[in-house]
């Protein structure tokens, strides 16, 4: 059998030549092709954990590949978050969560933030996984990770015990279309994630900047004498929005 593609895994390959007996176009596919097709699945399905669940029942090899690190990133978490907390009990849904988000995927560790700031109170731990999240260009999370320093450098924590040495990472948004989705996005994970609006009673005494030509509306844009002022203003937006 030497024109057997050439297998990653020693057992898989083992087991593929046993049932090479009675050869399907399947168990032909070499393993590195096969997490390629699960990937693509995953990666394009409006539904990928049904998807999923249903490709690793219906043979040993998608169950296999299911298993591979390049599902686990690529998988459309944002497509079917609903899928996974229906499936899943709240334990099985974390562990989901951290495996993705070990493997890359971003959309994982924008909702493992979520969870450890909102549900956990562990804000250093939450921004950590903002982190993870927007150095794999997740926006949602650098707008989060941005709204979160707002309201770090504006009041007083909102959990005991956390010390924050948390530096914003100031980005520009390429337009205030994509601002407000990520505004929006982050406002409904939020809900998904606490069954609750994001709050803060004390918005108001948020202070503004004194110079009165901060935040006029130009022709095509807001003007703003800094970005603490343009984060400042989004801020207001955020909070306005729930
Ligand atoms: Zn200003
Ligand atoms: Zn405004």
């Not at 169950?63 to 978490?77: G, Y």
């Not at 250093?124 to 926006?139: C, I």
């Not at 609750?196 to 935040?215: E, H, L, M, P």
Request: proline letters at 2%; aromatic letters at 10%; a positive charge.
């Amino acid at each position: 059998m030497e024109h057997l593609p050439k297998v990653r895994n020693g057992a898989v390959a083992k087991r593929m030549k046993k049932k090479a007996k009675k050869p399907t176009l399947l168990n032909m596919l070499p393993e590195d092709a096969i997490v390629e097709i699960v990937s693509q699945l995953v990666s394009s399905s409006s539904k990928p954990f049904a998807d999923l669940y249903s490709l690793k029942s219906s043979c040993k090899a998608f169950f296999e590949a299911s298993k591979d690190k390049m599902v686990k990133q690529r998988i459309a978490l944002e497509r079917d978050i609903f899928g996974l907390t229906w499936m899943a009990t709240d334990k099985e849904c974390m562990s989901v969560l951290k495996s993705c988000g070990d493997a890359g995927n971003a959309e994982a560790n924008f909702m493992l933030a979520l969870i450890n700031i909102f549900k956990k109170g562990d804000i250093n731990r939450g921004a950590e996984f903002l982190k993870r999240a927007s150095s794999s260009d997740h926006k949602a999370a650098l707008y989060m990770l941005n709204i979160l320093c707002v309201r770090l450098q504006k009041h007083n924590p909102f959990a005991e015990g956390n010390s924050h040495t948390l530096k914003a990472d100031q980005r520009i948004f390429d337009d205030y279309d994509q601002l407000k989705w990520c505004r929006e996005k982050v406002l409904n994970a939020i809900r998904l994630v606490t069954w609750n609006n994001w709050q803060d009673n004390a918005v108001a005494s948020v202070r503004q900047c004194n110079n009165s030509n901060c935040g006029i509306r130009g022709w095509d844009c807001r003007c703003f004498c800094s970005k603490d002022c343009e984060w400042n203003h989004e801020y207001y937006e955020f909070c306005k929005a729930t």
